[in-house]
């Protein structure tokens, strides 16, 4: 039993290289905020729809604008807001997961059949409707994303507690007279950070694919904010003439969540790697 | 009774209600009970699993409401103390790996008792701690560590220190020599019988092994579907009994098998 | 004649991230066609592993140093994937501690039975093996799935699972340890019953030391992945020879007289990281000598057993 996450993953390749790719990833893209370095994401003037060269590494878009900068701005956006959401996800779901598992009866009653409910939407489309009817922008993608991802957090919450519950150290903490806020806070939720921390990161990975579809519609990150997803959006229509235009953000789009779905592998293996 | 007793269980009954409202199942795990601890005393219910001794350690430990009679601590009964119960009722129960949060210390799980009943100067809680680590023989310097650094028989005395750290009246012990081996029992059980001696608190000591409980108990009740079927001073339990279901056990434990050597 | 069951100078390592763990350290016995061998040690002995060793049941990361086990003659590391199946079909049976988690949840006991009576039984032959263990309504057990039926009645399921195919060598590892007092004797004497009946070995796995007492013809004592001694299951608790072997048995509550203490064997149970150079039990023993510490003891016969002690001789007229 491991009392921490170690890194890098020890004997882990693939989780190792994930790691790095990622870590790459978000470095690129902070230099590409803090300097001019890779060239302004905003910047017009350029020759528009031109293929890679001096100047423009990965070519231009219709608006004159290099490709590389906004790339690596998309490539922040698509993370922070992704991550962003599922925090406050795993938030909410995690408090109410461990609420219903150790007060049983009707609380758990009431928040298993929410979860239930939220559950039975397909995903994808319940992330589309959200966005339909708020209105298109980051907040919907993020509201999106959040719905989409508390039912989940909830189930696995509720049932990673209810192993933990009924465990002697809790009924001790009872005997002794300590208060529920206690007992969720010292006793159950360190128990259960690992099953929290392993499914933010799978959640975070399908919240960028959510975000990513959502965007490509239209639907989300309106511009002038780019992200992976609204890249491809923009970028859709000249598939024929400036081909880059789709597959760079296309590639990098799957790096990142590949890297991401990687990372919590090799996560839920350092932390419960009785499963194996 | 010249002495008041420690522990009372004035007729209690506890009943399980279970199924869908046309078909209700009733449970009776305790029936009518009346059982008394003095001070001092150890009190070993010997039962096997479904005779209601678990209920009735929960029972003693204010975990459970019975559902008809009254727990009684020192002449009161529980409902009366309210949130005093705490600090004077303490368990030590069967899982030694499942006993301790695995991401304390060993010093934090002890010293819990004492911050929730509200101490607060962190010096006295942890001199205290490390008395009570002393006083149940494990070395200095394990309060830093985990859980999973411990063996079974060390994590139950770190159970017991912890137990014994509000100085209680009463003392539960659930199984708890049960999952250890048969060379750490003995080193258990002596514990307990010393720091009885030395700290005078009462005890119920709930077990299946008829040996564990002559040799820790100074009192004995045998269990049998919620009721007592014999009970007496804990040394009758080195003869064999009168009552059929008592026999039957010392019995099936070879505790009166004339073949063995009495050491 | 040869043994049913033959092991020699086994040693297993287990690897893992902390580091290498030598679970059995140069175990050697053997066990006649028909006989009980109880095998008695305390966690941290190896027994468990030894079990599971002699069906090649041991995981990944389990590897044997040196050695060999013979079923009937004939090496089990010698068999392929196929010899191993069979192996484990038709030779061996297990009974494990928990019959609940032995038995498969989804299906009816009678459905487990066929499968292991190897899928050509009869409704006939499955309502014989159930009644062989005592289970008089055959029909309804058979239709039972393993939540309905008590924890003794589904160990009953489990040994008739274990001796359908009538095996060389049946393996119980604390058969009875989750059971009641009251029908432990009885599960154990239905286990030695079926044993002989089908001319099975049966090596019993216990702590219990009353139950291997009475069950068991001839007793080895498992110490730090040794068979620190073996013989006659009467004369070695009656006049120990090894010094493991005396002091568990003082430190054992039950055999005290009212009023008496129980002393416990002080220290604890080495865990080794590769082959004991020395003497494994000599930082706790009563007897130790210059030899002790710095010689490996080897197995020899003194008097009527096998004992590993430099000081068997002096051990064993010490005891009463």
Same mark, same amino acid.
């Given at each position: 039993?491991?009392?921490? +996450? &170690?890194?890098?993953?020890?004997?882990?390749?693939?989780?190792?290289?994930?790691?790095?790719?990622?870590?790459?990833?978000?470095?690129?893209?902070?230099? $590409?905020?803090?300097?001019?370095?890779?060239?302004?994401?905003?910047?017009?003037?350029?020759?528009?729809?031109? /293929?890679?060269?001096?100047?423009?590494?990965?070519?231009?878009?219709?608006?004159?604008?290099?490709?590389?900068?906004?790339?690596?701005?998309?490539?922040?956006?698509?993370?922070?807001?992704?991550?962003?959401?599922?925090?406050?996800?795993?938030?909410?779901?995690? #408090?109410?997961?461990?609420?219903?598992?150790?007060? &049983?009866?009707?609380?758990?009653?009431?928040?298993?059949?929410? /979860?239930? #409910?939220?559950?039975?939407?397909?995903?994808?489309?319940?992330?589309?409707?959200?966005?339909?009817?708020?209105?298109?922008?980051?907040?919907?993608?993020?509201? /999106?994303?959040?719905?989409?991802?508390?039912?989940?957090?909830?189930? +696995?919450?509720?049932?990673?507690?209810?192993?933990?519950? $009924?465990?002697?150290?809790?009924?001790?903490?009872?005997?002794? $007279?300590?208060?529920?806020?206690?007992?969720?806070?010292?006793?159950?939720?360190?128990?259960?950070?690992?099953?929290?921390?392993?499914?933010?990161?799978?959640? +975070?990975?399908?919240?960028?694919?959510?975000?990513?579809?959502?965007?490509?519609?239209?639907?989300?990150?309106?511009?002038?904010?780019?992200?992976? $997803?609204?890249?491809?959006?923009?970028?859709?229509?000249?598939?024929?003439?400036?081909?880059?235009?789709?597959?760079?953000?296309?590639?990098?789009?799957?790096?990142?969540?590949?890297?991401?779905?990687?990372?919590?592998?090799?996560?839920?293996?350092?932390?419960?790697?009785?499963?194996? | 009774?010249?002495?008041?007793?420690?522990?009372?269980?004035?007729?209690?009954?506890?009943?399980?209600?279970?199924?869908?409202? =046309?078909?209700?199942?009733?449970?009776?795990?305790?029936?009518?009970?009346?059982?008394?601890?003095?001070?001092?005393?150890?009190?070993?219910?010997?039962?096997?699993?479904?005779?209601?001794?678990?209920?009735?350690?929960?029972?003693?430990?204010?975990?459970?409401?019975?559902?008809?009679?009254?727990? @009684?601590?020192?002449?009161?009964?529980?409902?009366? =103390?309210?949130?005093?119960?705490?600090?004077?009722?303490?368990?030590?129960?069967?899982?030694?790996?499942?006993?301790?949060?695995?991401?304390?210390?060993?010093?934090?799980?002890?010293?819990?008792?004492?911050?929730?009943?509200?101490?607060?100067?962190?010096?006295?809680?942890?001199?205290?701690?490390?008395?009570?680590?002393?006083?149940?023989?494990?070395?200095?310097?394990?309060?830093?560590?985990?859980?999973?650094?411990?063996?079974?028989?060390?994590?139950?005395?770190?159970?017991?220190?912890?137990?014994?750290?509000?100085?209680?009246?009463?003392?539960?012990?659930?199984?708890?020599?049960?999952?250890?081996?048969?060379?750490?029992?003995?080193?258990?059980?002596?514990?307990?019988?010393?720091?009885?001696?030395?700290?005078?608190?009462?005890?119920?000591?709930?077990?299946?092994?008829?040996?564990?409980?002559?040799?820790?108990?100074?009192?004995?009740?045998? @269990?049998?579907?919620?009721?007592?079927?014999?009970?007496?001073?804990?040394?009758?339990?080195?003869?064999?009994?009168?009552?059929?279901?008592?026999?039957? @056990?010392?019995?099936?434990?070879?505790?009166?098998?004339?073949?063995?050597?009495?050491? | 004649?040869?043994?049913?069951?033959?092991?020699?100078?086994?040693?297993?390592?287990?690897?893992?991230?902390?580091?290498?763990?030598?679970?059995?350290? *140069?175990?050697? !016995?053997?066990?006649?066609?028909?006989?009980? !061998?109880?095998?008695?040690?305390?966690?941290?002995?190896?027994?468990?592993?030894?079990?599971?060793?002699?069906?090649?049941? !041991?995981?990944? *990361?389990?590897? %044997?140093?040196?050695?060999?086990?013979?079923?009937?003659? %004939?090496?089990?590391?010698?068999?392929?994937?196929?010899?191993?199946?069979?192996?484990?079909?038709?030779?061996?049976?297990?009974?494990?501690?928990?019959?609940?988690?032995?038995?498969?949840?989804?299906?009816?006991?009678?459905?487990?039975?066929?499968?292991?009576?190897?899928?050509?039984?009869?409704?006939?032959?499955?309502?014989?093996?159930?009644?062989?263990?005592?289970?008089?309504?055959?029909? %309804?057990?058979?239709?039972?799935?393993?939540?309905?039926?008590?924890?003794?009645?589904?160990?009953?399921?489990?040994?008739?699972?274990?001796?359908?195919?009538?095996?060389?060598?049946?393996?119980?590892?604390?058969?009875?340890?989750?059971?009641?007092?009251?029908?432990?004797?009885?599960?154990?004497?239905?286990?030695?019953?079926?044993?002989?009946?089908?001319?099975?070995?049966?090596?019993?796995?216990?702590?219990?030391?009353?139950?291997?007492?009475?069950?068991?013809?001839?007793?080895?004592?498992?110490?730090?992945?040794? !068979?620190?001694?073996?013989?006659?299951?009467?004369?070695?608790?009656?006049?120990?020879?090894?010094?493991?072997?005396?002091?568990?048995?003082?430190?054992?509550? *039950?055999?005290?007289?009212?009023?008496?203490?129980?002393?416990?064997?002080?220290?604890?149970?080495?865990?080794?990281?590769?082959?004991?150079?020395?003497?494994?039990?000599?930082?706790?023993?009563?007897?130790?000598?210059?030899?002790?510490?710095?010689?490996?003891?080897?197995?020899?016969?003194?008097?009527?057993?096998?004992?590993?002690?430099?000081?068997?001789?002096?051990?064993?007229?010490?005891?009463?």
């Amino acid at each position: 039993m491991s009392t921490g +996450i &170690r890194m890098p993953f020890h004997g882990e390749a693939l989780a190792r290289a994930a790691t790095m790719a990622l870590a790459m990833l978000i470095a690129l893209s902070i230099l $590409g905020l803090t300097t001019s370095f890779f060239g302004s994401p905003t910047a017009l003037g350029g020759p528009p729809l031109s /293929a890679p060269t001096q100047g423009y590494p990965l070519g231009t878009d219709q608006l004159g604008r290099s490709l590389l900068p906004r790339i690596l701005a998309g490539i922040r956006v698509t993370i922070v807001l992704s991550s962003f959401a599922v925090m406050i996800a795993a938030m909410v779901g995690s #408090l109410l997961g461990i609420l219903a598992a150790y007060l &049983r009866g009707i609380v758990d009653e009431i928040v298993a059949r929410l /979860a239930d #409910l939220m559950f039975s939407f397909p995903a994808i489309l319940l992330a589309i409707l959200i966005s339909a009817i708020l209105r298109p922008g980051t907040p919907s993608a993020i509201s /999106a994303i959040i719905i989409v991802t508390l039912p989940i957090m909830i189930r +696995i919450v509720r049932a990673a507690t209810l192993a933990v519950a $009924g465990q002697d150290f809790v009924i001790q903490a009872q005997i002794a $007279g300590a208060g529920i806020g206690r007992i969720l806070a010292l006793h159950l939720l360190p128990n259960v950070a690992g099953a929290i921390v392993v499914q933010a990161a799978y959640s +975070i990975s399908f919240g960028m694919i959510i975000e990513s579809g959502i965007s490509f519609l239209g639907l989300g990150v309106q511009p002038p904010g780019a992200s992976l $997803g609204s890249l491809l959006h923009d970028g859709r229509l000249y598939l024929s003439v400036a081909p880059w235009l789709v597959f760079a953000p296309g590639f990098v789009l799957a790096i990142t969540i590949l890297s991401v779905n990687l990372v919590g592998d090799g996560l839920r293996r350092t932390i419960d790697p009785v499963l194996e | 009774m010249t002495t008041p007793a420690v522990i009372n269980l004035d007729n209690v009954t506890k009943r399980y209600f279970g199924g869908p409202p =046309w078909r209700r199942r009733t449970v009776t795990a305790v029936d009518a009970i009346d059982v008394a601890i003095g001070e001092g005393e150890t009190l070993a219910l010997v039962g096997e699993s479904g005779s209601g001794k678990t209920t009735i350690g929960r029972l003693c430990l204010g975990l459970l409401q019975p559902t008809a009679g009254r727990v @009684l601590l020192e002449g009161h009964p529980f409902s009366a =103390w309210r949130g005093k119960l705490r600090g004077r009722l303490a368990a030590v129960l069967q899982h030694p790996q499942s006993s301790l949060n695995p991401r304390l210390r060993i010093g934090t799980s002890v010293a819990e008792p004492l911050v929730v009943g509200g101490s607060r100067a962190r010096d006295e809680v942890s001199r205290k701690v490390i008395e009570m680590l002393d006083a149940v023989g494990l070395a200095a310097g394990i309060e830093r560590r985990y859980p999973h650094e411990l063996s079974g028989g060390q994590r139950q005395r770190v159970a017991i220190a912890r137990a014994l750290i509000t100085a209680p009246r009463l003392i539960v012990f659930d199984e708890a020599v049960s999952a250890l081996d048969v060379s750490v029992q003995a080193q258990v059980l002596n514990l307990i019988k010393d720091l009885q001696q030395q700290v005078g608190f009462s005890a119920i000591f709930i077990t299946h092994d008829l040996a564990a409980a002559r040799y820790v108990g100074s009192t004995f009740a045998v @269990l049998r579907g919620g009721a007592v079927v014999e009970s007496g001073p804990a040394a009758r339990l080195y003869e064999a009994s009168s009552h059929p279901y008592t026999r039957g @056990l010392q019995e099936a434990s070879g505790l009166i098998d004339p073949a063995i050597v009495r050491v | 004649m040869t043994p049913a069951l033959a092991v020699q100078d086994l040693a297993i390592d287990f690897q893992s991230r902390r580091g290498q763990v030598r679970a059995i350290d *140069g175990a050697t !016995l053997s066990a006649a066609p028909g006989e009980v !061998l109880g095998i008695v040690g305390e966690s941290g002995s190896g027994k468990s592993t030894l079990g599971m060793a002699i069906g090649h049941l !041991l995981g990944a *990361g389990a590897r %044997r140093v040196s050695g060999d086990i013979r079923v009937d003659g %004939r090496s089990i590391f010698a068999l392929d994937e196929a010899g191993l199946r069979a192996l484990r079909a038709d030779e061996l049976g297990y009974v494990f501690q928990d019959p609940m988690g032995a038995l498969d949840p989804t299906r009816r006991i009678g459905l487990q039975i066929k499968a292991a009576l190897g899928g050509m039984a009869t409704r006939m032959g499955i309502a014989s093996v159930l009644k062989d263990v005592g289970l008089a309504d055959a029909d %309804r057990v058979a239709r039972s799935y393993p939540h309905e039926l008590s924890g003794g009645m589904a160990q009953r399921v489990c040994i008739g699972i274990a001796v359908a195919r009538r095996p060389k060598v049946v393996i119980a590892d604390e058969p009875t340890a989750a059971l009641d007092a009251s029908i432990k004797s009885q599960i154990l004497d239905l286990l030695v019953r079926r044993c002989r009946a089908t001319g099975a070995v049966l090596i019993l796995l216990s702590h219990d030391l009353y139950a291997i007492r009475k069950c068991s013809d001839r007793v080895a004592v498992m110490y730090a992945g040794r !068979l620190v001694e073996t013989g006659w299951t009467a004369a070695v608790f009656a006049r120990p020879a090894h010094p493991y072997t005396v002091m568990l048995l003082q430190s054992a509550i *039950g055999r005290e007289r009212s009023g008496g203490r129980v002393e416990p064997i002080p220290g604890a149970p080495p865990v080794l990281t590769g082959r004991c150079q020395a003497c494994a039990f000599a930082p706790r023993c009563r007897w130790t000598e210059q030899a002790c510490t710095a010689v490996r003891p080897e197995a020899r016969c003194v008097a009527d057993r096998d004992v590993i002690c430099h000081r068997a001789e002096s051990v064993m007229g010490a005891a009463r």
